[in-house]
């Protein structure tokens, strides 16, 4: 284990539905991320936390909200989802002060859409 | 634009080979290469890691070697065991106080033969 979990680990969802992916690291790091894998495509980063504060948005669709009410909790909001948003969904946590900045992967949410 | 790119696709190498996955980046300010290892079901998890400043890092088995000119890096796994089947990805990022926003590679998935 990384000391990052997520859940839940399987969603499906229908197009009209929202729902929420969660993900908490027990690594006591600042900066939290958001991860998009498909296949045969590179992981894409979607949103970075720093300090409970966003950092980064990579143009993601407004129907992927984050959330990230401290620094050890990590919220993605889904709403109105299309088929393609068909994914594995990887949190990330990493220390960006004291640490080497590694980043640590949560085994990911394997997301649905129908 | 692709800014990590990543070969081969796949690999299939017999037990006790060398396995050699190679990276090439164009952004000269990336100051950050880790490779990460994923198996099927899990996140990607954090294999080795180098910095610019040195041509090579060993860690058992695996070995970064860093070509700065070239602006290329690659993985070789000595001693290849069918445990080291997995998707291999390589990624770059330039490293900031904030956050360590990772560019991967597309993956490269290693099948070592008994």
């Known amino acids: 284990e990384t000391g990052v979990t997520q859940t839940p680990r399987h969603l499906v969802m229908g197009m009209t539905n929202k729902k929420s992916l969660k993900c908490e690291q027990h690594?006591?790091?600042?900066?939290m991320y958001w991860y998009k894998q498909s296949a045969k495509k590179p992981l894409e980063l979607m949103f970075v936390?720093?300090?409970?504060?966003?950092?980064e948005n990579n143009s993601v669709p407004s129907r992927f909200s984050p959330e990230c009410p401290n620094s050890s909790h990590l919220f993605l909001h889904l709403h109105t989802l299309q088929p393609e948003d068909s994914a594995l969904y990887l949190c990330?946590?990493?220390?960006?002060?004291?640490?080497?900045?590694?980043?640590?992967f949560g085994p990911g949410t394997r997301l649905t859409v129908t | 634009q692709q800014q990590v790119k990543q070969s081969p696709q796949s690999l299939i190498v017999q037990k006790g080979g060398i396995s050699i996955i190679n990276c090439a980046y164009e952004?000269?300010?990336?100051?950050?290469f880790p490779w990460y290892q994923q198996f099927p079901g899990k996140g990607p998890a954090l294999l080795i890691a180098?910095?610019?400043?040195?041509s090579e890092k060993k860690e058992g088995r695996f070995t970064i070697s860093f070509n700065k000119s070239a602006k290329q890096f690659s993985l070789h796994i000595m001693d290849s065991q069918p445990g080291d089947s997995a998707t291999y990805f390589c990624?770059?990022?330039?490293?900031?106080?904030?956050?360590?926003?990772?560019?991967f590679g597309t993956g490269t998935r290693l099948t070592v033969i008994p």
């Open positions: 690594l006591g790091h600042n900066a």
């Open positions: 952004n000269t300010a990336f100051d950050y």
């Open positions: 990624a770059a990022s330039v490293r900031l106080v904030g956050a360590n926003n990772l560019f």
């Open positions: 936390y720093n300090f409970k504060e966003q950092t």
């Open positions: 990330a946590s990493s220390q960006q002060q004291t640490g080497d900045y590694e980043q640590y």
């Open positions: 180098i910095r610019p400043d040195v």
